[in-house]
């Protein structure tokens, strides 16, 4: 397939497809598998020279949220570390995280929940470092004259697309029962990925699942091309006080390379960094590779990333670090809306020793 071909069906997922996101895009899996095996390939490999071969899972396709691991690999933040970094397309944040427990990949893109799901399946995964400290999910909803949606009782009685393996059908139920309303205050719709965009921006369904720094800016571009303006709630604005995403390793990779595995989280951070200093530059880098994508919006998606990295609870310390409290609220609704065993605990989850 030549490139401006695959450009082409690249972007027409990123504007059809509506589980990109944290994990985003736990339910991205069918999406992919109807374009063609994409994730086949590795992009932006560094020099051959590189002592040490490692392999990224994306999770999705190359966007702001994981930006910079492809920044750091083109400005040879990990080539002066001593590693070879391949960026590959991936399917989805739990496929990913599996991937890595598999070893098919020494570290991916993933999220606390797909996490913990490998673990109740007996793996042996674990997040090294955040790169949303707070969770990147949100509603999001059409804006229309005479309907004010500021709260989540402002959802009762309202439909929501999202894709079948998306987190959304046990986080929605859950976050509504923490908040005072029923678990079915909203209608849950199970669609193909590559008809929740379409089937909210026609109507057909009210609501929408988005993530900040990767579909979140797509929808707004997609309907301000309507003449019409996107809203979102955000969870963590009513009570979600979860991890977003992060790097995902294993605990063997952990104990036997742990070298390589600090150079490598030091090295991906360093990459953030840039970004977040360089967000148009950066969108370059990304765009220069696949010129069909639409710029601003990659720029858009940096900036919510830069935005999402830090915030007061874990400010003054190191980039990536993992707040404790968060973790261990994060385990506690994840074990709930997933009704999975108490034996899997908060510690389980990460390490805060390749950040400290």
């Not at 040879?76 to 989805?92: C, M, Q, T």
């Not at 070298?259 to 953030?272: H, I, L, P, S």
């Not at 967000?279 to 590779?289: L, N």
Request: hydrophobic residues 45%.
């Amino acid at each position: 397939m030549e490139q401006w071909q695959w450009a082409r069906r690249w972007w027409t997922v990123l504007a059809c497809a509506g589980s990109i996101g944290v994990t985003g895009a736990l339910g991205a899996v069918s999406a992919i598998g109807a374009i063609g095996a994409i994730g086949a390939g590795a992009m932006w490999p560094t020099p051959a020279a590189a002592q040490e071969k490692v392999k990224f899972n994306l999770s999705w396709l190359p966007q702001g949220s994981t930006g910079g691991v492809l920044v750091a690999i083109h400005e040879g933040f990990y080539r002066e570390a001593g590693l070879e970094v391949s960026a590959i397309v991936g399917h989805g944040g739990q496929r990913t995280v599996n991937e890595v427990d598999q070893g098919l990949f020494e570290f991916g893109y993933g999220d606390p929940i797909s996490v913990m799901l490998n673990r109740a399946q007996g793996g042996k995964t674990k997040m090294v470092g955040a790169i949303n400290a707070v969770w990147p999910g949100a509603i999001c909803y059409l804006v229309k004259p005479g309907r004010t949606i500021a709260k989540p009782a402002d959802l009762k009685g309202l439909s929501m697309g999202g894709g079948g393996a998306s987190p959304l059908q046990n986080i929605v139920p859950a976050w509504l029962k923490a908040n005072g309303l029923p678990p079915t205050a909203v209608k849950l719709l199970r669609l193909d990925p590559s008809t929740i965009n379409p089937s909210f921006l026609q109507g057909r369904v009210d609501l929408t699942e988005c993530w900040e720094g990767a579909n979140l800016p797509v929808l707004k571009s997609l309907a301000a091309k309507q003449g019409r303006e996107i809203g979102a709630l955000r969870y963590r604005d009513f009570g979600l006080d979860m991890v977003g995403n992060g790097i995902v390793t294993t605990e063997t990779m952990i104990a036997q390379k742990p070298d390589v595995v600090r150079r490598f989280v030091q090295a991906t951070y360093r990459g953030y960094a840039w970004m977040r200093e360089h967000p148009d530059a950066s969108a370059g880098v990304i765009v220069s590779q696949y010129p069909m994508l639409d710029k601003q919006v990659i720029v858009e998606q940096i900036r919510q990333i830069g935005a999402l990295e830090t915030d007061r609870e874990t400010q003054g310390h190191k980039p990536g670090w993992l707040l404790v409290s968060r973790m261990t609220a994060t385990a506690k609704f994840v074990r709930d809306a997933f009704n999975l065993p108490p034996a899997i605990k908060a510690t389980d989850l990460y390490t805060n020793q390749f950040v400290e």
